[in-house]
């Protein structure tokens, strides 16, 4: 069965840091274009960050020098380093991935919660 | 960035209605444009690729098209289950972009 579980959300303090991670069963991280998409309370979905195939890396401008994605191939799972957190990034963080370059989002996590406040 | 606005952004409607919803990019996307299905605050759900392909399982009601800056979802008979609230994504740039969401109500 293909699923991508991720884990690692919970409540931080503004300015602290925390890495979340979606491992992946059935699929290759590395062989995958992936996404980590995220959702505050009440609102809509934002894309925050992808990883291609060769390596290369996107991020949304507000998360930009604060988030890094990444992926470990040993352990087929993808990683996202969030850092400097702010009341604006609470939110359910989704991975996803897409086939191709230019795919949709077909194959989604059940999401993580994190919660910045003090 | 690529901007994405949808229209409207919530709608009310019954059961066997045909429901039409749009999106539009702030600049060409050719057909890079995605549509996605939430329902109460569980994974979104890939329903079309690449303007108006259909993804395997989703019934064929669901039908997308436009090209360009202009798309448009469209579900010909809504049943039941389709009350939820729908999302445009871009993937022509490597920085995605969601439109702002459309949510279909009961009437």
């Known amino acids: 069965e293909v699923q991508l579980v991720e884990s690692g959300g919970r409540l931080i303090q503004p300015g602290g840091s925390l890495r979340l991670s979606c491992a992946a069963s059935g699929i290759t991280v590395s062989e995958n274009y992936m996404n980590w998409v995220r959702q505050a309370p009440g609102k809509g979905l934002e894309w925050v960050s992808n990883l291609y195939i060769g390596g290369s890396t996107y991020y949304t401008d507000s998360v930009k020098g604060r988030f890094t994605i990444s992926r470990d191939n040993s352990k087929n799972t993808l990683y996202l380093q969030l850092s400097s957190l702010t009341a604006e990034d609470t939110a359910v963080y989704y991975c996803?991935?897409?086939?191709?370059?230019?795919?949709?989002?077909?194959?989604w996590g059940q999401g993580t919660m994190v919660t910045v406040s003090s | 960035d690529i901007q994405m606005t949808q229209s409207p952004s919530s709608l009310s409607a019954s059961v066997g209605d045909r429901v039409t919803i749009t999106c539009r990019a702030s600049q060409n996307i050719t057909n890079y444009l995605n549509w996605y299905e939430q329902k109460g605050g569980k994974a979104p759900k890939l329903l079309i690729s690449g303007a108006s392909n259909l993804q395997s399982g989703v019934p064929s009601r669901f039908s997308g098209s436009g090209s360009g800056t202009d798309f448009t979802l469209t579900i010909s008979s809504l049943q039941p289950e389709d009350f939820a609230t729908y999302y445009c994504?871009?993937?022509?740039?490597?920085?995605?972009?969601f439109g702002p969401g459309t949510k279909v109500e009961v009437k």
């Open positions: 996803a991935r897409s086939v191709m370059r230019k795919d949709g989002f077909d194959i």
């Open positions: 994504q871009q993937s022509y740039s490597s920085t995605r972009t």
